[in-house]
Every structure is written in C-alpha cells, then in structure tokens.
C-alpha cells in the first residue's frame, strides 16, 4: 500500500523517545481494519520531525502490517502536498476553481509542481527499491498520480493499481492545467495496471480525458467504498457515545433534528445548507421552534487561506441564522467545530433528516454511516453530486446542492414524512448502505491487479482508433 | 432578426420628441450592416422609457429595415436579463462560477427564471403575430433560448435558427442548473430549426448535452463572424484615430507596445494579463523601460456586483504593478476605461503584441480586428480558450489563459520576435481573419433555415440509440 499520509502518526514524549498512534484522515481510517493481518508493507511520508525520526529507523511493525516512512525534504513536500495536490488537483477535481481569479499558474506553481514530481518520484523509488519480485502495489489518491508510470519503467514486474478517492474531472475543465502537465498526470496513471474510482461519472470522465489527451482508452474500474457496519454500530453503542446522545436530547428537548457531518471544506456546501434551512423558517412558519439544525463540522487544511476564509464565512451565517430566528427557548443552528467523533456517531443515530449536499464528492462515507447507525428512521437528503448517489440514489430524496429553495422543499418534505414511508426509507437506505461488504473495495483492487496477469499478452490500455 | 437589444437605442430630447441613434453592443454593430437594405423585422425588446414610448408607437423603418420593440415589464425584464441571462447563463457558459458560493438558486431567482420563461414567451408572441407566411427567423443569443419551442407549437411554418454568441458549457457543468431548467433550455434551443455556434468545441458541447439530457443529436452548425475589414481599416485611417495614434506614440516615447481591448468582464482575464506582465518585468529586466503594456477597458455590466469588485481588483492591480516599476520618464501600464472606440483601433494599428487571454470566450472579435488594422507587423499571443483559436490557432502564439508564467514567456519571446519571422506571422494572421467574408455568417444562417426545407421528410434531430 502507498499513499500520502501513513496508518501510525508518531510524536515524541517527554523523555524524546517515538511513540505511535493511529494516523487520521479518512483513507487511512477506511484502509487500516482492511489491511491489518495481511502482512502487507504500507509506505507513506514522513510528515512531522517524529515522522522523520521513525523513518530513519526504518521498518516499523504494527498491527500485523509494516510500515515504511519515507522521508521527504518538508518545503519540497509542503509544495508538492498545498500547492498542487489540495490546491490544484483537489480544486480541480471538485470543479471549486473561481477561473476568474484561481488558479494562478506562476513561477511558484511550477516550482511546486516540480516538487509534486520529485515527491511522486521519491515514493517510487521507495517501492522499487522495497517491493517483493512481481508484488501487487495499491497507490492511494491524488497525491500520488505519477507513481504508476515511474514504476512500470524501473520495476516491471510490479502490478500496481491507482485508486482516486475524490471526483475526476471531464476533459472540459482539464483544460485549465498546462497541456503538458495534463499528458504528465494521465501519463502517470495510465502507468498504472488500472485506476478506480469511487463512482462511474468519475471513471467515465477520466477514460474521456485519456481519450482526448493520449488519444487511448485506459483500464478503469468503479468500486466504491464502504464503512465496517459492526465497527459504527458498536461504536453508536458505546456509553461514549450514549453521553453524547444524552446531551443532544436535551439540547434538542424533543424537536426534530436535521444534521449534518462535515470537513470543512469548499465541497462540502455548508453555506447553501444553512441558506436552505434559512428559506425553510422563512416560507415555512409552522416549522420554527419544532427542528434544530445540528452541523458537526471539523476544521480542516487551515493551512490555505481559501479554508480560513471559508470557516468564517460558515461560522457568521451560522449566526445570521440563529439572530434571526431564535427565540428564548430554541437555538435554531447548533455549530459545532469540536473534534468529537462519538458526538458525529450519535448525531447519527439521532437525526430525523441527514443533509448530505456536497457541489462535489467521491463518495460521502457519511451518508452510508447515518444510514447503517440511525434509530429514528431518519431520512436522507442527498447531493446527486456525490458518488455515493450511484448506490443510494435509488432511495434517498435527491438535491441539486445549486438550489437552496429545492433543499429546503426537500427538508420540508423530509421532515413532514409520514411515519411509514420514513421507515420504508430508512429502512430501504439501509439495506443499500449494507450491500457491499468493507473488503469488497481491497479486493476490487486486488482483482485488478491479478487480471492484468491474465491479460499479459492482451496488454493494458485499449487503444482507440481515429 | 430577434434579439433582447435593438439595433436603434431611443432617447427623448428636450421637448419630448423620440429620437433615435444606433444601438450598442457587440452584437448589434456586427448585425446591424448585414442587415441594411433587406427589408427584413428586427424584433428587440424596448428597455428605457423612450424604447418603451417606441414601443407603443409600433414599427419603425430605419436604414433598410424595420425595427418592431417589444414592450416588457421592466421588472421583469431586469430579473430575466440581470438574474438568468447574465449573472447565470452567461457565468455557466464561460464556466466563471465559484461553485462554493454561486450560483445559490434561491427564491428570487425562481421568479427571475418565470421571467425569463415570460421575457421569451413575449418575443415567440410577437414574432409569431407578426412574421409572414413561412419566414425566416433569426434568432440571436443567450436571453432568448427558449424562443423556438414556442415557436415550433404557434408557427410551425416560420423555420427560426437560434445563433449563440457565447461558449456553450458541456454536460458535466450543465448540472449545475435545476434538471427542469436545464432541460427546458435545451428543449427551447431545439425547437429552432437549428442551432449556430462560432466555434467547433461549443457546436459539440451542445449536441452533447442535448445526447445526455434529451436523448437525442440536435442540428448544430458552426459559423464563425467576421469583422468588415474595409470598414474597420477606414475607421482606422480617419482622421479622429490619426490624433489618437498621434498622442499613443507620445505616450510610448519609441517603446515597445503590449495592448489589450477588452469589455471589464471576468471571462476576459484581465487579472492575469497584469500579473503576467508583472512577471515578464519581474523575471527580464532587460525589458524594463523598453515596453508599455496599454489595456483599453470598457466598463460592463455595473448593475451586477460581481463586475464592479472585478473592477476595482483590475485598477488596483494595474496601480500595483506600477508602483513596483514605474521610473521617473517611464509607467508601465496604461489603463484607459474612457468609452473612446478611435483610441482602442489606434492601438490595435500600433501594438507589437495583441494581448488576447480569456479564460473562455464565444469568439474574440478583436483578435481578427488587430490582424486586420495592425500596421506594425504585430504579433498576437491568443488564448487557446477563444472561440477565434479555431481560425487563428494556427499561426496565432498560444496561451494557456491560467499559465501566468507560461504567459508572460509568450509576451517575451513576442517581443523579442525577429522582424521576418514577426512579419510573416503578420501577414499569415491577417490572411486568416481576412478568409470569411463577413456576409458568410449571416448566410450560413440562411442556409441553415433552408436546408430544413429541403430535408422535411427526414425531420430535425437525429435520434440517438441508448
């Protein structure tokens, strides 16, 4: 396994001797359970001076896995990891350019994309120089793009599969990088055995800017992700997470609640979902007072100003809201910015609708979550701009996240379901949010490795004629 | 001709009496000489008081043709022409939306959509009521999409092809937009005999969203318009843009001339132009105190907010980049907001570099303009985003419009050009706007309407299986 950030984070105590505990971030929280027990060497940077310290150590065991740090000079990686990957590849990914303004492709850009392609060539080196004869390599995410092309040239024998965990763009707005870092990106990929995604636009969009830019149709695959059902389920059991629910009925004091788990993050549309619940109090009088919005929201790449600014602009209309509509005993919008996993959980198990809008994601892990964990019959109002919207769509009430006064008459629907067609709906989420298996996604990737074995004299990539 | 400008904009004088002169926009000067002497109805909506008054007195002959202004409800026609045309489908068609905040499709912009739907109903009325027995309609732009379907119902035997001037977005941005909205556009555009573009890659944007949305290939034809060159070069040899050209030359003192004209308009660029200028100043100061980088900017649209910030950010800009290198005998850049069409052809006789870097653009007139008037052996450097990159993309010098330093390395290698290679690029250049006449557009617009006659039996749209 390759990817960005690794499964242990590393501090150093008192005494200046390394620690580990658990990595954050999405993938590695999904990856982890996967990957546990199998032996498998995991290689990831360097980030902190712990990070460093541990990688100059070597190897390290944990949780019948290995891993390996990869130390990276941290103004080469700062580059590589602000500049283009969450401020380049992710804005373009998730369509968040304001192209009158960003991006702004100057002689510090092309710095950092130099440093994207020394770091994406270190991880290379490091699996070449590490991986067993003929192993399967999964590389994770945007980060690491290039690795694949890199690897086929030095170690041939290796099978190794990309797997993308944010949208794709179409070839439309691929347009906006460099035409040579566009060929270089995709160049990069299609080194690769294969490249999954977590949905089938984003598939479709990256083979057509294969097509349009390399004039070739490259091996994709869809397999989206899912969370470990008993691991949230015993989770949402905890006494935890029992506190926390505790809490939040009395904040509630028997209300509907609408909620939301978030980053906070351009993607994640806060401001229109809290537009719409604006709209719905305005035009729908008989609501006030009788729903709480609750908005687990978690800080996030505060190191780009675009985050920070961001954040405040959710925070003060979080307050426009409640200033304007909150009366002495109800509290409208509750934000809630505190890193409090059992609080999301509960929030959860709570909710009477989950307000899932992103402008675009992935996936959206959340909108499965809450399906797998709710004990209200909870309905879910879902962006159609997540991939997620491949596997739940079939049930969950549809959202175009551009239009606030269509939120809020979903809201509104939402909330005045009538019982049994909530529980219908719950109920129908559920069994969709359960259908795939958590290995289903390790062994999609797997798979694909191996059937390229099968396939040696076939070769990758379908060429397209004309 | 139906359009939402007339080609005659009304005023009132002094005691009262209505009285006309030629209208503005870009739209109208290309269309209005084609028009002359045909005899034909232009169809426009009456926007100020005295288009109004106009209005109720019917139809006016003017110039070879007659003038019919429709009278709308002022409201309504600012929530059409301000809320839909220009702030949503002019801003997703040059794909100018910061999708983390806009477009937030409220209430107000559900009325201002009625009004849209309204503003078009009244010109398919008009037309309708006043279009002979089996006439062809020419229906211009972005504010009036919807004018054929309505058409098609009322008047079947009027055969209407509807022209857009802008980018046409593809189907991935087109979700941005209501699933009813969106489809009620291109029902609309469809109903048109056919559908005219003035570049290749918006003709197949539309016929990919019609296959997504509609199920179906539209007509669609591609017919770029051209400037009157003899016009243009006369304008040019006047005596009012002689003394421009006089007091420009005083102003470069001998230097060499970088000049842009362009509307103050997000799609064009205008940030990035400076930066890379900025940039070319920052990086070779070797060109320091030999180059003057003159944009003539006209204001637009200062009703929208959007426009008036992206004012004041490129003036800020522009005193910036001066303040860092101006010298006692030498500034930098000239920024000329004054509404002086003689001083902008001046410029366009006398650049060394025609700077032309929209993010996207329908065509770019001025780009064929300054090949045709520029006396200097002046070398374009042309975003490769402009619709005119299909005519002039294989001689013009191309810019990614994002690539600030990629720019700023084509302003260089423009300005230090040897004179035969500069000449030939010239002359190469002004072969290439000189290849259609300007009468083509407007009758491959005819063309259009009468091919559908010809082709009765085998219908409009082609079908698409699956």
Redesign the interface.
Known sequence: VVSNRGPLSFSLDDEGNLTSSRGGGGLVSSLSPLVRGTGATWIAAAITDADRQAADEGLIEADGFRVRSLAVDPALFRMAYDVVSNSTLWFLNH??F????R?????R??EAWEGYRKVNRRFAETVAEHAEEGATVLVQDYHLFLVGAWLAQQRPDLRAVHFTHTPF??P??L?????SVAEELLVGMTGHVACGFHARRWAA?FEECCREVLGFTPRSFVSPISPDRDEIVATAQSEDCGRELERLEVLLGGRQLIARVDRIE??K?L??GF?AFD?LLA?RPEWRDKVVFAAFLYPSREALPEYLG?RQ?VESLARYVNDRWATPGWQPVVLDTSDNYCRSVAALTRYDVLLVNP??DGLNLVAKEGALVNRRHGVVALS??AGVWDELGATALEL?P?????TSDVLAGALAMPPDEREAHASALRKLAEARAPSSWLDDQLRQADADADAVDGGGGVPVVG
């Open positions: 369509g968040l304001d192209l009158a303004r991006p702004r492709l100057g002689r850009w092309w763009t179409g439309e707005d347009r906006v990088l460099p035409s969009n351009l993607s549309n401001l229109r537009h709209d035009t961001y602009e402008v675009r159609r701009e175009n551009f239009d606030v006064a269509g």
